[in-house]
C-alpha cells in the first residue's frame, strides 16, 4: 500500500475542489443540453430515430462499462493521473462530436464521451485526498448539488444557443470549459496515491461492454430486419451469452470489475432493480419529449415548439431533483425508508401517466416536474439504504454498482422508446406510437412501484453519519 501523500493547504484544496466542480458542470451541462436540441441533431446528421438515440445510447454506454473501470483505476492508480485522462478522452470526444456530420461519428463522439460518468465518483475519492475531515461531507453535497443543478442550466441553455448559433456549439462551449478545467487540473490538483495496488479486470470489461452492445444494436435494428429476423436473434443470442460469461467470470474473479457477489441482500438487490427502473423509464422524458414537443402542431398531438421552448419544458426536471434530493433523509424519518421509495417510484410512473395527456405546453411542465421529484427523492433513498445496509469499506463499489445498474437501463429504455416510435415506419410517429412509449413507460414505473413495497419498511442506519444527502 502507498503512504497518504501530506493534505493541501487549505486554499489549495479549495482549488482542488473548484477544479472538480467545474469538470463536473461542464460535463454534465454538455449530456443534458443535447436533449431539447435531439430533433435539430438528428435532421442535420440524417439519422433515423432509432439512430439518433444512440446520442444517448453511447454516453450510458460507453459509462457503464468506463465507470466501474474508472473507479477500480483511482483505488490502484494515482487519482491526479486518472482524472487527467479521464478529462482527456472526454475531451477527445466533444471534439469529434462537434466535427461531426453523420450519425456514426457523432455516435463515436458520444462514446468517448462516456467516460465522463466516472467523474462523479472519482470526484467524491478524490474529495477523501485533498479535503480536511470537516469539509468532506459539505464538498460531497457541493459535488452532487453541482452535477443536479446543471441538468438544469443545460436544458435551459441550450435553446438561445441552437437559437442564435448551429447546434455544435452545444459541444463547443463545454468543450472549451472542459479544456480550461484540463489545464488547471494539471496545475492545481495534487497527487494522490492509491490506497492498494492490483489490476483492472479487463476481461470483465471486454465481456460486459460486448454484452450490452450486442443487445443494443439487436434492438436498434428491429425496425429495420425484424423482430424475428435472424439477424435480431443472433445479435440477442450473443449478448445473453457474453453477459452470461460475464457473471460468471465476475463470480470467479477475486477483483471483479463488477462485484456482483454484492447484490446477494434482499435490500440491495431490490434497490438496484428500482435504479433499472429508473434508468429505463427516464427515456420517456430525455427521448419522447423533446420529439413530441417539437413536432408540427398541424399533426394535432406536436407542439411545434422551438428548441428554446423544449429547455424550458424540460428545466422543472432539473431544479425539482434538485430540491428532492436533500429532503429525502428528512422525509425518511417521517415515513420511513420504503414509503419514501414507493413514493419516488410512483412518480416516475405518474409522470408517464401525466404524459398520456400532453397537447399543452403545462401537461409536459407537469410531467417533467414529477419526473424529477421521483428521480430526486427514489436515486437519493438508493443511496441512502445502500450505505444502510452493506459494510463502510464496500459502500463506494457498491454505489459504483448501482450507477452502472441505473445507465444500462438508461440504454435500454433509449433504445426501446426509439423503436417504439420508429414501429409505424413513417417519417414522423403517430400519436399511438407515442401513447404506446409512455404506456410502457409507465409500466416500468408501476413494476418498480411494486419492488419498493417489498423493501422493509424502515431501514437500520448503521451508517447514519456517512449519507452524503441525509438532509
Given at each position: 500500500m502507498t503512504a497518504p501523500s501530506p493534505s493541501p493547504s487549505?486554499?489549495?484544496?479549495?482549488?482542488?475542489?473548484?477544479?472538480?466542480?467545474?469538470?463536473?458542470?461542464?460535463?454534465q451541462a454538455l449530456e443534458t443540453m443535447l436533449a431539447p436540441a435531439l430533433p435539430l441533431i438528428q435532421q442535420a446528421v440524417g439519422a433515423s430515430t432509432p439512430a439518433i438515440a444512440w446520442v444517448f445510447t453511447g454516453v450510458l454506454l460507453a459509462g457503464a462499462v468506463a465507470?466501474?473501470?474508472?473507479?477500480?483505476?483511482?483505488?490502484?492508480?494515482?487519482?491526479?493521473?486518472?482524472?487527467?485522462?479521464?478529462?482527456?478522452?472526454?475531451?477527445?470526444?466533444?471534439?469529434?462530436?462537434?466535427?461531426?456530420?453523420?450519425?456514426?461519428?457523432?455516435?463515436v463522439g458520444q462514446l468517448l464521451q462516456g467516460a465522463?460518468?466516472?467523474?462523479?465518483?472519482?470526484a467524491i475519492g478524490m474529495i477523501r485526498d485533498t479535503q480536511s475531515p470537516e469539509r468532506v461531507k459539505s464538498a460531497n453535497g457541493l459535488i452532487i448539488g453541482v452535477a443536479a443543478l446543471s441538468t438544469a442550466v443545460g436544458l435551459l441553455a441550450a435553446g438561445p444557443i441552437v437559437a442564435r448559433m448551429p447546434y455544435t456549439w452545444l459541444f463547443w462551449l463545454p468543450f472549451v470549459l472542459l479544456v480550461i478545467t484540463f489545464a488547471v487540473a494539471w496545475f492545481v490538483v495534487p497527487p494522490c496515491p492509491p490506497g492498494e495496488t492490483g489490476r483492472v479486470d479487463l476481461t470483465g470489461a471486454v465481456l460486459l461492454g460486448g454484452g450490452l452492445a450486442a443487445l443494443l444494436v439487436a434492438i436498434t435494428g428491429r425496425s429495420r430486419w425484424g423482430w424475428v429476423s435472424l439477424e435480431v436473434l443472433g445479435l440477442t443470442a450473443a449478448s445473453l451469452v457474453l453477459l452470461a460469461?460475464?457473471?460468471a467470470v465476475e463470480l470467479r474473479t477475486e477483483k471483479p470489475l463488477v462485484d456482483l457477489r454484492m447484490l446477494a441482500g434482499r435490500s440491495v438487490m431490490l434497490v438496484s432493480a428500482v435504479s433499472f427502473a429508473v434508468g429505463f423509464s427516464s427515456f420517456a422524458v430525455f427521448v419522447l419529449v423533446p420529439m413530441l414537443v417539437q413536432l408540427p402542431a398541424e399533426t394535432g398531438y406536436g407542439l411545434g415548439a422551438t428548441a428554446t421552448l423544449t429547455g424550458l419544458c424540460l428545466v422543472p426536471l432539473g431544479l425539482v431533483g434538485t430540491l428532492a434530493a436533500p429532503l429525502t433523509g428528512r422525509l425518511e424519518r417521517r415515513i420511513g425508508s420504503r414509503a419514501v421509495m414507493v413514493l419516488g417510484t410512483g412518480a416516475l410512473a405518474g409522470a408517464s401517466a401525466v404524459l398520456l395527456g400532453a397537447g399543452e405546453p403545462w401537461v409536459i411542465f407537469v410531467a417533467t416536474a414529477v419526473a424529477g421529484a421521483g428521480t430526486g427523492f427514489g436515486m437519493t433513498q438508493a443511496?441512502?439504504?445502500?450505505?444502510?445496509?452493506?459494510?463502510?469499506?464496500?459502500?463506494?463499489?457498491?454505489?459504483?454498482?448501482?450507477?452502472?445498474?441505473?445507465?444500462?437501463?438508461?440504454?435500454?429504455?433509449?433504445?426501446?422508446?426509439?423503436?417504439?416510435l420508429a414501429a409505424g415506419g413513417t417519417p414522423i410517429p403517430s400519436w399511438g406510437d407515442f401513447r404506446t412509449a409512455f404506456l410502457l413507460s409507465a409500466a416500468i414505473g408501476l413494476v418498480a412501484v411494486v419492488l419498493s413495497w417489498a423493501l422493509p419498511a424502515k431501514v437500520n442506519r448503521t451508517a447514519q453519519d456517512d449519507v452524503v444527502l441525509a438532509g
Open positions: 487549505p486554499a489549495r484544496a479549495r482549488l482542488v475542489l473548484a477544479v472538480l466542480v467545474l469538470g463536473i458542470f461542464a460535463y465507470a466501474p473501470v474508472i473507479c477500480r483505476l483511482a483505488d490502484i492508480r494515482d487519482k491526479r493521473r486518472v482524472l487527467l485522462a479521464v478529462l482527456a478522452i472526454v475531451c477527445a470526444g466533444t471534439l469529434v462530436a462537434a466535427l461531426a456530420t453523420s450519425v456514426w461519428v457523432l455516435t465522463g460518468l466516472g467523474l462523479i465518483p472519482l460469461v460475464f457473471v443511496m441512502n439504504i445502500v450505505v444502510a445496509t452493506v459494510p463502510a469499506e464496500r459502500t463506494a463499489s457498491l454505489t459504483g454498482v448501482i450507477f452502472v445498474i441505473k445507465a444500462v437501463g438508461g440504454a435500454l429504455g433509449a433504445q426501446v422508446g426509439a423503436s417504439v
